[in-house]
């Protein structure tokens, strides 16, 4: 895998999934209790959770753009030459969004 693939898609996947996320960091940090954050979670998901998948996404082009300019391989052909670096992107950034949506599914469902 592409190491600098592999980076971007984690952070992309974390950008897509903070709706859920930063509610229950809120709580494991001590400065929410769970039912706030079950309630805020709700709202950032459901109102606006678009809003950070969008923001992932726009993430992971802007950034595979950068990478590849930075190995010159900006062109319909580099970019094939280059497929583990978007393989590594796509998979990486889908990968941490299911795996955390699931992780923060499983404790609301356990706290209510």
Same mark, same amino acid.
């Given at each position: 895998m592409d190491r600098a693939g592999l980076r971007l898609g984690i952070l992309a996947g974390l950008v897509g999934i903070a709706c859920c996320v930063s509610p229950v960091v809120l709580v494991l940090l001590g400065l929410a209790s769970v039912s706030f954050a079950i309630s805020l979670g709700n709202t950032l998901y459901y109102e606006y959770g678009w809003y950070f998948r969008g923001a992932a $996404?726009?993430?992971?082009?802007?950034?595979?753009?950068?990478? $590849?300019?930075?190995?010159?391989?900006?062109?319909?052909?580099?970019?094939?030459?280059?497929?583990?670096? $978007?393989?590594?992107?796509?998979?990486?950034?889908?990968?941490?969004?299911?795996?955390?949506?699931w992780l923060t599914s499983y404790l609301a469902q356990r706290a209510s």
């Open positions: $996404l726009l993430l992971a082009v802007a950034g595979t753009l950068g990478v $590849l300019r930075g190995r010159n391989a900006c062109s319909l052909r580099g970019a094939r030459a280059q497929w583990r670096l $978007l393989l590594a992107v796509g998979a990486s950034m889908v990968l941490v969004y299911v795996a955390l949506y």
